[in-house]
């Protein structure tokens, strides 16, 4: 399975407060699912989540749909390890040809984690919450995220030019009060359920 390949455009002005603008303004972004590719078939309970991306100057939006039958997380400040406390929507960006990359987490309790990684395979950074800023809507069935992270949060310049590339993964952890095992998905076609694999990342072009 090839990596996912997307285009971040210009998005219209809208409100960020209210979903229903938040959801028209990305209504003609491309969809990029997210998937259990190291199972040759889902598991029996796996939901699966979209993404849209967008942009609005140096700032890169991201907004996640998310079905959910038992949506919950015990994380209650930032930078919690949030896998272990409950659902928990990942977001991973480098620049492309680049070794550094972020990992930022937002739970329903709209809780952020927010780490940087110098390379594959190194100790993460923990970096101060509101590096980037997220929204979180809870309804039946499902739960919205919507991120907004600057541009030099992710490449350490505060532009980004036309024609620029990022690798990008979007990741779940879709966890039960129960104690069941979390349901694992991801937008890369990981062929082993680890998240840390850059070279397997989609690219996002600007």
């Given amino acids: 399975m090839q990596a996912e390949m997307t285009s971040c455009e210009h998005l219209p002005e809208f409100c960020t407060s209210h ?17 259990q590719s190291w199972l040759p078939d889902p598991e029996q309970d796996f939901l699966c989540a979209e993404v849209r991306v967008g942009r609005i100057t140096d700032h890169v939006l991201i907004l996640a749909t998310i079905p959910d039958s ?19 929507f990942e977001i991973f960006l480098k620049p492309d040809n680049e070794t550094f990359y ?50 030099v949060t992710i490449t350490n310049r505060f532009n980004i030019e036309a024609g620029e590339r990022w690798r990008f993964s979007f990741c ?6 129960n ?7 991801s937008t890369s076609p990981h062929p082993v359920p680890k998240f840390h694999r850059p070279d397997e990342w989609g690219v996002m072009a600007f």
């Fill in 19 to 35: 979903l229903e603008s938040v959801l028209m303004a990305f209504a003609k972004a491309p969809s990029i699912a997210l998937r």
């Fill in 70 to 88: 038992d949506i919950f997380t015990r994380s209650t400040e930032p930078n919690q390890r949030t896998w272990e406390l409950g659902d928990v």
């Fill in 102 to 151: 972020r990992e930022f987490h937002v739970t329903p309790a709209n809780t952020r984690t927010q780490m940087a990684f110098s390379a594959e395979g190194n100790s993460p950074k923990i970096l101060p919450d509101g590096i980037f800023q997220s929204r979180v809507w809870i309804a039946p069935g499902r739960w919205f995220v919507l991120a907004s992270i600057p541009c």
């Fill in 172 to 177: 779940r952890y879709d966890a039960f009060r």
């Fill in 179 to 185: 104690g069941k095992k979390p349901i694992l998905s």
